[in-house]
T-cell receptor
Framework: EDQVTQSPEALRLQEGESSSLNCSYT??????LFWYRQDPGKGPEFLFT???AGEEKEKERLKATLTKKESFLHITAPKPEDSATYLC???????????????FGAGTRLAVHP | GAGVSQSPSNKVTEKGKDVELRCDPI?????LYWYRQSLGQGLEFLIY????????KSGLPSDRFSAERTGGSVSTLTIQRTQQEDSAVYLC????????????FGQGTRLTVV
């Protein structure tokens, strides 16, 4: 069964204290792994898509990496405005092409304090 | 439109009543997803559409839940005879043409069944 596990559930950082969030997954053929940011009361906001092991993507203070079993979201010198819940999702390959549902982890709640 | 639009943003209904939730995807997006997020929980897949057809409706929790999509655009999620356990935020997302898999979410509809 396709599954996504995120850790830690919650993370508290001081401003400027770099850290990483983990997303472990099992999927029957990976089409893509996605990172989203969700602020309270809002829908998830797309951050990155990773397609193959070894791939990396960066956006401002965030860097996402992918291996065959997990993905990391590295946060460098975070600021209070980076506080949010970070969601990881995988999409399995579908026979004959086409879309498949996104399977989400439970998320990591990040709080960055000044 | 510029983004995925959902209406209403909030809905309070009495137990046993039917409700309809609407999703306007980004223009031209062929795939459309419905998810449910209960308080403090991850995103639970409900159904996805490719065009007007629903290849995967495996996440619908019971036969009280149904969804349709018309004209390859607007989608409606209907919950009949609502129960208190249906209270959640219902999120809609859409993806562009096949082969591009990023899904963009709306703000959600917060449903409260009293």
């Amino acid at each position: 069964e396709d599954q996504v596990t995120q850790s830690p559930e919650a993370l508290r950082l001081q401003e400027g204290e770099s850290s990483s969030l983990n997303c472990s997954y099992t999927v029957s053929g990976l089409r893509g792994l996605f990172w989203y940011r969700q602020d309270p009361g809002k829908g998830p906001e797309f951050l990155f898509t990773l397609y193959s092991a070894g791939e990396e993507k960066e956006k401002e203070r965030l860097k996402a990496t992918l291996t065959k079993k997990e993905s990391f979201l590295h946060i460098t010198a975070p600021k209070p405005e980076d506080s949010a819940t970070y969601l990881c999702a995988v999409q399995a390959l579908r026979s004959g092409g086409g879309y498949n549902k996104l399977i989400f982890g439970a998320g990591t709640r990040l709080a960055v304090h000044p | 439109g510029a983004g995925v639009s959902q209406s209403p943003s909030n809905k309070v209904t009495e137990k046993g009543k039917d409700v309809e939730l609407r999703c306007d995807p980004i223009s031209g997006h062929t795939a459309l997803y419905w998810y449910r997020q209960s308080l403090g929980q991850g995103l639970e897949f409900l159904i996805y559409f490719q065009g007007n057809s629903a290849p995967d409706k495996s996440g619908l929790p019971s036969d009280r839940f149904s969804a349709e999509r018309t004209g390859g655009s607007v989608s409606t999620l209907t919950i009949q005879r609502t129960q208190q356990e249906d209270s959640a935020v219902y999120l809609c997302a859409s993806s562009p043409r096949q082969g591009v898999t990023e899904a963009f979410f709306g703000q959600g509809t917060r449903l409260t069944v009293v």
